[in-house]
């Protein structure tokens, strides 16, 4: 079993940059990757970007140049750097961790991200 705590989510102006943060614990040792999605307001969850054990990354589209995620190992715990943030990426972000040998994925309890002026 693993358990994630995601923060960092809040209320930004557009242009502004937060830093969402996702710690895992528990079987930790299960985690092939880890990732972050997000959902808005009548919209389907969507991925946002990943990375593997071995530090291979993957983004989404509508924000690859604004968006990076990282982790820090000695913490079990990935980040998702959010810089030149526009009004559409106001939604829930999710932390998911998916895991080796066909175990289902896990996912976070969400945070709420609003992009407004």
């Known amino acids: 079993q693993v358990q994630l705590v995601e923060s960092g989510g809040g209320l930004v102006q557009p242009g502004g940059s937060l830093r969402l943060s996702c710690a895992a614990s528990?079987?930790?040792?299960?985690?092939?990757?880890m990732g972050w999605h997000r959902q808005a307001p009548g919209k389907q969850r969507e991925l946002v970007a990943t990375?593997?054990?071995?530090?291979?990354?993957n983004y989404a589209d509508s924000v690859k140049g604004r968006f990076t995620i990282s982790r820090d190992n000695a913490k079990n715990t990935v980040f998702l750097q959010m810089n030149n943030l526009k009004r559409e990426d106001t939604a829930v972000y999710y932390c998911?961790?998916?895991?080796?040998?066909?175990?289902?994925?896990?996912w976070g309890q969400g945070t709420q991200v609003t992009v407004s002026s």
């Open positions: 998911i961790a998916e895991m080796y040998s066909l175990r289902p994925d896990y």
């Open positions: 528990g079987n930790i040792r299960s985690i092939r990757a």
């Open positions: 990375i593997t054990s071995g530090d291979i990354t």
